[in-house]
């Protein structure tokens, strides 16, 4: 393609994008289609282009719509020509497919073998906007979905591309990538919600996070490129007795949820889904481009669409769906994998936290939920290895949340109250399940001999697991 032969038309100015976001707002579109704390963000991100400030990004928790908040900014800007830059290649059908949903804007996908950019919208990765010495449109509007992830020297080359007229958007749940890299070093902060605020405002549902102790002593795993090393995490912790324990818990406590398993890497993946899949349990593993193991798209959007409709019960992967991926139905997140990283914690929670939707709401395990809890219960497995002799130890999504759990109000009574009398028998709720992994013998007898009485003596499975409700 010759980016140099093809027209090139004005950028739109802000005071033209200014009047159209008045007249929309005027009509009270946004308070039709938007939710109401996505209203509040729309709001805000209005006065902040009043002010005249043309780029900046949203911090918000993963489920909240950042997606749909910037397609209904790009419909009420009128904007002629849209960018919506994002991480991944699966991420391009999703968002491709939101564009399409809620709105009548017509589509280019930028990526791969599709590299077109004639219609209104573009979904390109910022792989394949990277590489281009030139493009070949001007740009009136500029998302940039996961926009922590653009923060490289390389992806930052990517806003030479526009001019000071091109509105600039960043979109991110988390926005710290690592120590030395954060996006407000870059970019001004339009509005931010946690996911307490989110939660309390019934945007996003009820979550509960547990712990899955071991002995495993994790103190020679070191760090690489900001988190801890795959490598090393496959040499000390992807051993049986460890990977045996996500299907414990899972058929204890979990058992009939729609279920998310983070791994290693891919082999690690594919043994865990096996576990499942030898105890009945339908499971398949997904990941993204790899050499010695090939996935097929066409493979891999099969997987991801059973495991929306519920037909796959257990997914396990590497990291490919941490970032933006929708899927309702998941009400439990199983971490295998560790991370020191702030994001990736956050993300990977963010993937349990979406409310159902009406079609989940027709299948069993939902309506379960509905009637015990009435709404929706996530719940999030982090597993926490020995690091005393770490300076650092594993990020978990109790950190992020900054407590064990965190209900919307009008769940408290159908929760915490019935919880006290002891009137839910469903899954653990209000507090943490502490599951202790340990390997010998001696080590469990320590734990017995300190116990009063004998009613409720632990005995330990064969892979020598205890499961301790920990006590509020």
Avoid at 218 to 236: C, L
Wanted: with cysteine; proline share 3%.
């Amino acid at each position: 393609m010759d980016f140099e032969k093809i027209k090139r038309e004005e950028t739109m100015k802000l005071s033209e994008v200014l009047k159209n976001i008045k007249h929309y707002i005027r009509v009270k579109e946004p308070e039709r289609r938007l939710r109401k704390g996505q209203h509040g963000i729309f709001m805000s991100l209005h006065e902040f282009l009043k002010k005249g400030m043309t780029m900046g990004y949203l911090m918000l928790p993963s489920g909240l719509g950042k997606t749909n908040i910037a397609i209904e900014l790009a419909i009420a800007g009128g904007f002629k020509k849209v960018l919506f830059l994002v991480p991944t290649i699966t991420l391009v059908d999703q968002i491709e497919e939101r564009f399409r949903k809620f709105s009548n804007f017509t589509i280019d996908v930028f990526t791969g073998a599709r590299k077109n950019m004639s219609e209104q919208i573009t979904v390109a990765t910022y792989q394949s906007i990277q590489r281009q010495h030139l493009l070949p449109e001007k740009f009136d509007l500029v998302i940039f979905d996961e926009v922590h992830e653009a923060l490289s020297p390389g992806r930052q080359n990517i806003r030479r591309h526009f001019g000071p007229e091109t509105i600039q958007i960043g979109l991110t749940a988390s926005d710290v990538y690592n120590e030395t890299k954060r996006v407000s070093c870059y970019l001004p902060l339009i509005a931010k919600m946690t996911i307490e605020e989110a939660i309390k405002l019934g945007m996003l549902c009820h979550v509960q996070s547990w712990l899955a102790q071991t002995n495993i002593d994790i103190s020679k795993i070191t760090r690489r490129m900001g988190d801890y090393d795959p490598k090393a995490q496959k040499r000390y912790i992807d051993v049986s007795r460890r990977n045996k324990s996500a299907l414990d818990i899972y058929k204890r406590f979990l058992r009939g949820q729609t279920c998310l398993i983070t791994c290693i890497n891919v082999s690690h993946a594919i043994k865990v889904a096996r576990i499942f899949q030898r105890a009945g349990i339908a499971s398949k593993a997904v990941w993204g481009s790899n050499q010695r193991r090939r996935l097929t798209k066409m493979d891999l959007k099969q997987r991801l669409a059973d495991f929306k409709t519920g037909k796959i019960q257990v997914l396990t992967t590497v990291d490919l769906v941490d970032r933006g991926f929708d899927n309702t139905l998941i009400t439990a997140l199983i971490n295998l994998r560790i991370t020191s990283s702030v994001v990736k914690a956050t993300q990977r929670g963010g993937r349990v936290l979406r409310l159902f939707s009406k079609d989940d709401k027709k299948r069993p395990i939902a309506q379960k939920m509905m009637e015990k809890f009435h709404g929706k219960l996530a719940t999030v497995v982090d597993f926490l290895d020995e690091c005393h002799n770490h300076t650092f130890r594993p990020v978990l999504f109790s950190d992020i949340l900054g407590q064990t759990y965190q209900l919307p109000p009008e769940m408290e009574y159908y929760t915490v109250k019935r919880m006290q009398k002891k009137e839910l028998d469903l899954w653990p709720s209000g507090g943490q399940i502490r599951i202790e992994l340990f390997t010998n013998v001696t080590q469990i007898a320590k734990i017995t001999s300190r116990l009063t009485t004998y009613e409720n003596l632990p005995v330990s499975n064969k892979d020598e697991m205890l499961f301790l409700p920990v006590k509020h």
